[in-house]
């Protein structure tokens, strides 16, 4: 199967302790999952190593289902989870959320993997950028951003 590997990286103006709460907080989540035209979401998690979440992100006549499951949770440093999306039908793929403390700082570098070809990587960065700058805006900042997209081939 053919795949792509997105990556970005955002400083943000708070602990990692912080910023790993957020990613496990359903009632903040619906704030700053909202890529896009999505004007709302709605979000249940169970924030344990093999739990579930899901994620309905309502935009103008349409709404995207996100479901996953939580495969590590490492406070203050991973996360990482399933993510399977009705965008890409429903097909199960990898994101990885890892923290690094930058003196008052936290460096966020979150990695999208076996994302599909046939999908377009651009989409999936702007996405996620909008994503982190609203959880930039939850915590009180907007930070910086870097991006990188690597394609890769499995079989």
């Known amino acids: ?11 943000l103006a708070a602990s990692c302790e ?12 619906r704030e700053w999952m909202c890529p896009g035209p999505v ?10 190593v093999g739990g579930r ?4 992100m309502t935009a103008p006549e349409v709404k995207f ?10 406070r203050p440093a991973k996360l990482q989870f399933t993510w399977v999306s009705s965008r890409w039908a ?8 890892e923290l690094h403390r930058r003196e008052a700082h936290c460096e966020l570098v979150l990695t999208h993997e076996r994302f599909p070809l046939e999908n377009s990587a651009g989409q999936l960065v702007k996405g996620w950028t909008q994503i982190l700058e609203k ?12 991006r990188s997209i690597q394609n890769t081939q499995s079989a």
């Not at 199967?1 to 400083?11: A, C, E, F, G, H």
């Not at 990613?23 to 989540?29: E, K, P, R, T």
């Not at 429903?90 to 959320?97: A, D, H, I, Q, S």
């Open 53 to 56: 979440f899901r994620i309905v």
């Open 135 to 146: 959880l930039g805006g939850h915590l009180g900042f907007g930070g910086n951003d870097r």
């Open 39 to 48: 004007t709302s979401c709605e979000v249940t998690l169970e924030p344990r």
């Open 65 to 74: 289902m996100n479901t996953g499951e939580f495969r590590v949770l490492d």
């Open 18 to 29: 912080e910023v790993f709460d957020a990613w496990l907080d359903a009632a903040g989540m």
């Open 90 to 97: 429903y097909r199960e793929t990898l994101v990885t959320v």
């Open 1 to 11: 199967m053919n795949s792509q590997t997105v990556t970005i990286r955002k400083m």
